[in-house]
């Protein structure tokens, strides 16, 4: 990439109200897409992965070094916020290539949901909103891929994997598209 990416993480700004228009939430807004991949002949397993600290993650996911080391151990999707003006399709296909090395697959969706949720900063009285894009496909073979992005990836049992082990919302995503974690 040769300029720094401009991810929709939007904040709320004076603007000048025309009828019927809303602000962003002062809390702020994510538009992401997550890319939920499961082995052949498999629906118990979705690909997760931990990502590497020295992987170029603010490029390749939004993913700043403070959530990085939040995120820490737990198991995330291959995800990413949207790159400013950018669409979902494209953002999915850009998953692949970036996180995974993977040339293009057949995916389905996207599924779309709306997330709002109380706002991680208390001085703020509106709520954070996210939209996630959540498409899906099938893992050529039954081995996960393997990439300098991620230290582990695999294709994990939902059922034997606990909620705590997943990443902020990357749990609540799982849960929209009906694949909730057990624990």
């Known amino acids: 990439m040769t300029e720094e990416p401009r991810f929709a993480r939007l904040r709320r700004a004076p603007l000048d109200k025309f009828p ?3 602000e962003v939430p002062e809390a702020g807004m994510c538009l992401s897409v997550f890319v939920l991949l499961r082995p052949p002949g498999r629906d118990d397993a979705v690909l997760l992965g931990q990502p590497a600290e020295t992987a170029p993650w603010w490029e390749i996911g939004g993913v700043d070094p403070g959530r990085l080391d939040r995120i820490g151990e737990r198991w995330m999707l291959p995800s990413r916020q949207l790159r400013l003006y950018e669409g979902p399709d494209e953002a999915a296909k850009s998953i692949l290539r970036e996180q995974l090395g993977s040339a293009p697959l057949a995916l389905s ?15 703020t009285a509106d709520r954070h909103w996210d939209l996630h894009f959540v498409y899906s496909g099938r893992w050529p073979s039954a081995t996960a891929p393997r990439s300098p992005a991620w230290r582990r990836l695999e294709f994990l049992d939902l059922r034997r994997l606990a909620r705590a082990d997943v990443a902020r919302g990357q749990a609540d995503v799982l849960e929209l598209a009906g694949l909730s974690p057990t624990g």
């Open 20 to 22: 019927g228009a809303s």
């Open 109 to 123: 969706g996207p599924q779309v949901f709306s997330d709002p949720a109380d706002a991680p900063f208390p001085e």
